[in-house]
Nanobody, 124 residues
């Protein structure tokens, strides 16, 4: 079965850290760019971060720049999102998506696979 599975979400205090994982089953992530997305209630899904096939190019939304770090470990077939200095506004379900491209990151309208999401809650 081909799927992406997110994990690592949970409840943390403001200023705390979480590490999300996006693991592929049934296919290898090597040819894919991987993106992280989130969708606050009442708002459209937005891109948070992306890492291209090579792992050299990364993208971060302004709202998370300097706080989040994306990385990939192709040997483990997994992409990570390290989240530091978390804020209450980071509270949302996070999704990962894969797009088979050497040049482009996934978008909400153009991707090959989506995970089921993992909940992040930042509250004191």
């Amino acid at each position: 079965q081909v799927q992406l599975v997110e994990s690592g979400g949970g409840l943390v205090q403001p200023g705390g850290s979480l590490r999300l994982s996006c693991a592929a089953s049934g296919f290898t992530l090597d040819p894919y760019a991987i993106g992280w997305f989130r969708q606050p209630p009442g708002k459209e899904r937005e891109g948070v971060s992306c890492i291209r096939r090579s792992g050299v190019y990364t993208y971060y939304a302004d709202s998370v720049k300097g706080r989040f770090t994306i990385s990939r470990d192709n040997a483990k077939n997994t992409v990570y999102l390290q989240m530091d200095s978390l804020k209450p506004e980071d509270t949302v379900v996070y999704y990962c998506a894969a797009y088979r491209s050497a040049l482009r990151c996934p978008t909400t309208g153009l991707s090959d696979y989506w995970g089921q999401g993992t909940q992040v809650t930042v509250s004191s």
